[in-house]
Nanobody
Framework: QVQLVESGGGLVQAGGSLTLSCAAS????????MGWYRQAPGKQRELVAD???????NYADSVKGRFTISRDNAKKTVYLQMSSLKPEDTAVYYC???????WGQGTQVTVSA
């Protein structure tokens, strides 16, 4: 059973930085593509960034140049480094093993103006 535990969210001022972590279990982490998604109030969940097993990355246009996704296969953890945060980045952030339907509980990121 896939388990995903996100952490690292919080309240930050615009222009600030946060790093999110997602610890995975129940899967062979190293061979799975991983993704970070977010859902703002009243909006659909959207892909923020993903990373293949080989380390190739992909970003939503809205976060390119500001966010960096990375992975540590030894720790079975995927990270999302967020900088130059904007109020519109406020959302609950979720990670996902792309080949599986399970979601974690999410972590709230709130960016104040």
């Amino acid at each position: 059973q896939v388990q995903l535990v996100e952490s690292g969210g919080g309240l930050v001022q615009a222009g600030g930085s946060l790093t999110l972590s997602c610890a995975a279990s129940g899967i062979i982490f190293s061979i799975n593509a991983m993704g970070w998604y977010r859902q703002a109030p009243g909006k659909q969940r959207e892909l923020v960034a993903d990373i293949t097993s080989g380390g190739r990355t992909n970003y939503a246009d809205s976060v390119k140049g500001r966010f960096t996704i990375s992975r540590d296969n030894a720790k079975k953890t995927v990270y999302l480094q967020m900088s130059s945060l904007k109020p519109e980045d406020t959302a609950v952030y979720y990670c996902k093993a792309q080949a599986f339907p399970s979601w974690g509980q999410g972590t709230q990121v709130t960016v104040s103006a």
